[in-house]
């Protein structure tokens, strides 16, 4: 194949050769579900909404953005899917208690208010005149109250910790990264950024073998409805740590729940194994009790 | 997302002085299948992959000004801002990657009965895997063309370099996809 290459003919691609590279020909096929390309949709309609901010910024609120699209769309939330595109379809959130967006409106701003979950407090930023916001309940009053300028925000310093925290995990540095998480949490306790900060401490501790401190911390995040969207992964995610601790009837129950809220490819064959491997280890026990 | 088109293009802060907008959601309406699929085969599946999504079309509208649409198609414009942002991308940064990675390895053993379904799912989970392992140059073409099927012209064009570097990169990254996929292929029968 080397040579002149301008001159060569295109070769055959290795899955008409069958077999395990026909494989490569199904991962052409499977890509990103319609409802994952809708969720980074409305995920990117916030980001640009909100204005372009520092990537890192941007990146995480856009996380919380996902998380909370996620959770809800379990808890009830209103779609308002308006696209006649099959492909693509766009979603918008609207929570039972609208929040106003706390910075100065432009005296222009057509509609008044953009109800999105969470409302995440950016350093104060002017609305572009030509966003189309929408509401629960159109008002027809007179424009809501200007609301005051809001104060410095703390998220830069709040998101600093946390990502500090996460590259600590990545490093292998569970110690410190719970350290920094937990100064997140002591020193802003109603950071926006709680879901991620709890969901960084159960994969630190995890990570750093302290299954009995990350059990519970998973089964509390289990039972509050804010980490609603990630059930799945967090049964998944408690099934393997009971399996490494040999709890095999848990685990069974665990990876069960994962499998049965929905998991993605990857995830479920994953958890497929998990549970297979439980299975295959009480068969070995009651044939070992039996001997 | 229909109604919402000018919104999304015109959304964030805009210079007086910008060109009119490239319409983003119009761009993610035709190429985020595209763009998705391709990070996801780049990358392996993960968060990552949904953040490197949005911050391609984040970066498409920060630079719309710099697009020309007679010079290079809008997939081509856009897979060289996700192949960018993918080679700056750490592997394993997406959320509980590293914790589902390691207990991915602990748990990978297959069933002791594994139905033809589950056969054929961990032999395409092997072949991402192999893909994932090659180096990020070969591992581009690789895709492009084995798994996405596109033309050497056109995979030329995307990544702006000669045919003759496309076939290269195809011959060296088929090599060592072979190669490794013989590897595993023979530990998993001393295995079994």
């Known amino acids: 194949m080397r040579g002149d290459g301008k001159h060569m003919e295109e070769p055959t ?17 499977q890509g990103l579900s319609v409802q994952r390309l809708a969720d980074n949709a409305a995920a990117l309609e916030g980001r640009l909404g909100a204005g372009v901010g520092g990537a890192a910024a941007t990146s995480l609120i856009s996380k919380l953005g996902l998380v909370s699209v996620l959770c809800a769309g379990i808890g009830g939330g209103i779609w308002l899917g308006h696209d006649a595109s099959p492909s693509v379809k766009t979603q918008t959130i609207v929570t039972s208690t609208p929040v106003v967006v706390a910075s100065p409106a432009p005296a222009s701003l057509p509609e008044p208010t953009l109800a999105r979950t969470p409302v995440v407090e950016l350093p104060t930023k002017t609305l572009p005149p030509s966003v189309n916001l929408r509401t629960e309940k159109k008002s027809e009053s007179p424009p809501p109250p200007v609301a005051p300028p809001a104060p410095a925000s703390e998220l830069p310093a709040q998101l600093a910790l946390l990502e500090e925290a996460n590259r600590n995990i990545k490093l292998g540095k569970h110690r410190e990264a719970l350290s920094l998480l937990k100064r997140l949490t002591t020193r802003f306790p109603r950071t926006p950024l709680r879901l991620e900060a709890e969901l960084s401490r159960a994969e630190a501790l995890s990570l750093s073998g302290q299954h009995n401190a990350a059990i519970p911390l998973i089964r509390r995040l289990l039972r509050d409805p804010s980490h609603r969207g990630r059930h799945a992964e967090l049964w998944h995610m408690l099934g393997d740590l009971q399996l490494r601790q040999e709890d095999c009837a848990s685990a069974i129950s665990s990876f069960g729940k994962a499998l049965g809220l929905g998991l993605g490819k990857k995830r479920k064959h994953a958890a497929e194994s998990g549970l297979a491997r439980c299975h295959a280890t009480e068969a070995t026990e009651k044939e070992m009790e039996k001997e | 997302m229909g109604g919402q088109q000018q919104e999304m293009a015109a959304s964030a802060s805009v210079s007086p002085n910008a060109k009119p907008a490239l319409d983003v959601t119009h761009l993610y309406q035709e190429h ?25 079309f984040i970066v498409a509208f920060q630079k719309r000004e710099t697009f020309d649409s007679s010079r290079a198609a809008a997939s081509s414009w856009l897979y060289g801002i996700a192949s960018n942002l993918c080679k700056h991308h750490r592997r394993g940064a997406g959320r509980f990657s590293i914790l589902r990675g390691a207990l991915a390895k602990e748990n990978s053993e297959p069933p002791l009965a594994p139905d033809g379904e589950l056969e054929r799912e961990q032999e395409i989970a092997l072949v991402q895997r192999l893909v994932q392992k090659l180096p990020f140059k070969q591992r581009e073409v690789f895709v492009l063309f084995e798994i996405e099927e596109l033309g050497g012209k056109e995979i030329a064009d995307m990544l702006e370099i000669p045919i003759g570097t496309v076939w290269t990169r195809l011959h060296d990254a088929r090599r060592r996809f072979r190669e490794s996929l013989k590897h595993q292929q023979l530990a998993s029968e001393v295995h079994a």
């Open chain 2, 32 to 56: 985020a299948a595209f763009i998705g699929r391709v990070l996801l085969r780049l990358l392996g599946d993960g968060t990552h992959v949904d953040d490197l999504l949005q911050e391609t």
């Open chain 1, 13 to 29: 691609r290795l899955s008409a050769e069958g077999g395990t590279l026909s494989s490569l020909a199904t991962l052409g096929e």
